[in-house]
């Protein structure tokens, strides 16, 4: 890359700090909770979702021309949808590796699956559930174990101070607390 597209930093503590590297190990953990919303809403296409489409478009076929049917244009395009939704789904089940946060309980150790209360120094508070990239919802608090707060936060303990990389710059940020659910009795 030719330097004079490079960016200087005033600052020279910026250039030590950086994120976590990213795991090599292409595993995709989820929670038991996200593995059986992810399985069910495949399930609910293979067996309720797609069978309604495909009488649809049965049903619109058999009426005659179908080059200005729009039940039938729109319903193979919905069905279109649907099978791709449902590769996607099985590919990303194939890979996910199930891990239950629960074995964590009581610890005060951030792992996969804690939520975590932090304060930074603005003082801010915010609280955040590490989950898995298929599961994690932004609206509701749950970030990415490969996101960036996520992966500064993984291996802290409660009381810890980090430094945060930002776009807008370090940030630094106290661990107040972390939980885990409790396990599941059976």
Same mark, same amino acid.
């Given at each position: 890359?030719?330097?004079? &597209?490079?960016?200087?930093?005033? +600052?020279?503590?910026? +250039? ?10 292409? =595993? ?13 809403? $495949? ?34 395009? /919905?069905?279109?949808?649907?099978? /791709?939704?449902? /590769? &996607? $789904?099985? =590919? ?7 891990? +239950? ?9 951030? &792992? &996969? ?74």
């Amino acid at each position: 890359m030719n330097k004079a &597209f490079t960016k200087e930093s005033d +600052d020279a503590d910026d +250039d030590d700090l950086q994120l976590p590297a990213l795991p090599v190990s292409g =595993k995709n953990y989820i929670t038991p909770a996200g593995h059986a919303r992810i399985r069910a809403e $495949l399930l609910d296409l293979i067996d309720n979702e797609r069978p309604k489409v495909v009488d649809i478009v049965h049903w619109a076929a058999s009426n005659g021309d179908r080059s200005e049917n729009g039940d039938y244009i729109y319903g193979k395009k /919905r069905l279109r949808e649907i099978d /791709r939704r449902i /590769r &996607f $789904l099985t =590919k990303r089940l194939e890979i996910m590796e199930i891990t +239950d946060p629960a074995l964590h309980h009581g610890s005060e150790q951030v &792992f &996969f699956g804690a939520t975590v209360g932090y304060v930074d120094e603005a003082g801010a508070e915010r609280t955040v559930t590490i989950l898995g990239i298929d599961e994690a919802d932004s609206a509701r608090s749950e970030v990415s174990w490969v996101s960036p707060i996520a992966r500064t936060l993984l291996k802290a303990h409660a009381g810890d101070v980090l430094q945060l990389l930002t776009p807008s710059g370090k940030v630094e940020i106290e661990v107040l607390s972390v939980h885990y659910p409790a396990p599941v009795l059976r």
